[in-house]
């Protein structure tokens, strides 16, 4: 229920988006982002975007624990 | 990864973090993560998966009045579908015209739409993340002068319920399955998404009340594992507070947007009863009375009929984070995600699912 997933805004109109990830399209409320632009990747929960992800692009993390790139930088951030 | 938390955890002798929401839960396993942490660190599954903490009466209510209404049809999110009610009838049982299954609140304006001489009543349950998208479902319904449509507003709070869980560690009213002071969580990662609405400064009380680093976290495997490290190190130089480790989306005042419009459309409920947790007082939301001709609670009346639990579950002790999935006599034996005894095998967020999923995936290693 409080899932909510990555998504790459590919269109706007007015409040109303297009948003993609992994190849799948979804309609995104953008009301509670109204500076959302085109690009940006939105945190998106039962169709709604409630946040934009800065820097680092989460879109398509598979989430697996031990396999990534980013797993080996976040062993690095963890003995710092 | 796993050798990093390792050398963290030298000189702990145990630690015991409770990660709140039932998403953490679920990728804790998902990764396996849960199994690869150092043996001394305990994790405590907390109460955060809106379908379990919901008692079944709302469900009965709602059945029982499409039952009166045969124009009604409910609106329900999909984990809702399956959740027992008495003689173990289900949402899913009911026929199609009385119930429809959405992923976003917005498919219920084409349903009000193409469909003018139904009702529908919206089951809005979840927590603050969720909660802004039934706000704006009813800005839509206002600016549409939709009529059809109505809104039972079941949305619940998250500070109240984690200090619960925290509060029932020292022993609590009814005295059953309770744990001691001395189990209680001495850390807590924090829930990324409600945090992404609220900001993270409504959870500063609570670390300082119980004197406990909480580290809001993302969702991915090499979140919680970065989470769980911030907290080993934060508790070596003994550290209280809110910490943030979802940097990537979590601003820490939260959007402000939702939250004035949350406060727009909704009100605080005196009390609540929560499935597990009991009544809690200012733990959830209702519209507000601005907003009463949306009002399901206005428009109907809900008659609320008590729903027994099945005898040996345990989903109270386990949304308490006092016992785990596996102590349950049910557990992968009468209680499947296939035909569910109790709302934590039903949700994809419940403990007892997600442990399910952590069972086969160690008969198949």
Not at chain 2, 96 to 113: D, F, G, N, T
Not at chain 2, 328 to 355: D, I, Q, W
Request: proline share 6%; net charge neutral.
């Amino acid at each position: 229920m409080c899932h909510a997933i990555p998504v790459k805004l590919i269109e706007k109109s007015g409040d109303i988006g297009v948003g993609e990830r992994g190849g799948l399209r979804m309609e995104i409320n953008l009301s509670l982002i109204p500076d959302a632009r085109v690009g940006d990747e939105l945190i998106v929960h039962v169709g709604i975007a409630l946040a934009k992800l800065e820097g680092e692009s989460s879109a398509g993390n598979s989430g697996s624990a031990g396999n990534s790139n980013e797993d080996s930088e976040v062993t690095g951030r963890l003995l710092q | 990864m796993n050798e990093a938390l390792r050398t963290l955890s030298k000189g702990f002798s145990s630690v015991r973090i409770m990660e709140f929401c039932g998403g953490h839960t679920h990728a804790l396993v998902r990764s396996g993560l849960l199994s690869l942490l150092p043996k001394q660190l305990r994790m405590i599954h907390g109460p955060g998966c809106p379908v379990c903490v919901l008692p079944p009466h709302h469900l009965q209510a709602v059945m029982d009045l499409l039952g009166e209404h045969p124009s009604l049809t409910a609106v329900v999110y999909g984990d809702l579908m399956r959740i027992p009610t008495l003689g173990g009838q289900t949402l899913a049982q009911m026929p199609p015209s009385s119930v429809k299954m959405i992923y976003s609140p917005m498919e219920i304006l084409k349903l009000a739409e193409e469909h003018p001489e139904r009702q529908f009543l919206f089951l809005a349950i979840g927590f603050e993340t969720t909660a802004p998208a039934t706000a704006v479902l009813l800005k839509e319904l206002r600016r549409r002068n939709t009529k059809n449509v109505f809104v039972l507003c079941l949305h619940v709070l998250t500070p109240p319920a984690v200090q619960a869980v925290m509060d029932s560690f020292c022993g609590g009213a009814d005295g059953t399955d309770l744990g001691s002071p001395g189990d209680r969580p001495e850390a807590i990662i924090g829930p990324g998404h409600v945090s992404l609405v609220t900001g993270i400064s409504c959870f500063e009380a609570m670390a300082q009340r119980f004197k406990i680093p909480i580290v809001i976290s993302g969702f991915e495997g090499s979140d919680l594992a970065e989470a769980v490290a911030m907290i080993l190190r934060l508790l070596q130089q003994g550290q209280t507070g809110v910490f943030n480790q979802y940097t990537r989306a979590l601003r820490p005042e939260g959007n402000r947007q939702a939250q004035s419009l949350l406060a727009e459309v909704m009100t605080v409920r005196s009390s609540f009863v929560w499935r597990g947790l009991g009544e809690l007082p200012r733990s959830a939301l209702a519209l507000n009375a601005e907003w009463s001709e949306f009002d399901a609670e206005k428009r109907f009346e809900l008659k609320y009929r008590s729903v027994p639990e099945h005898p040996l579950c345990q989903c109270g002790a386990i949304l308490r984070g006092q016992k785990r999935p596996d102590d349950c006599r049910l557990f992968n034996k009468a209680c499947l995600p296939t035909r569910p005894l109790g709302a934590c095998m039903v949700s994809s967020e419940g403990a007892c699912h997600a442990y399910l999923q952590r069972v086969e995936e160690e008969a198949r290693t």
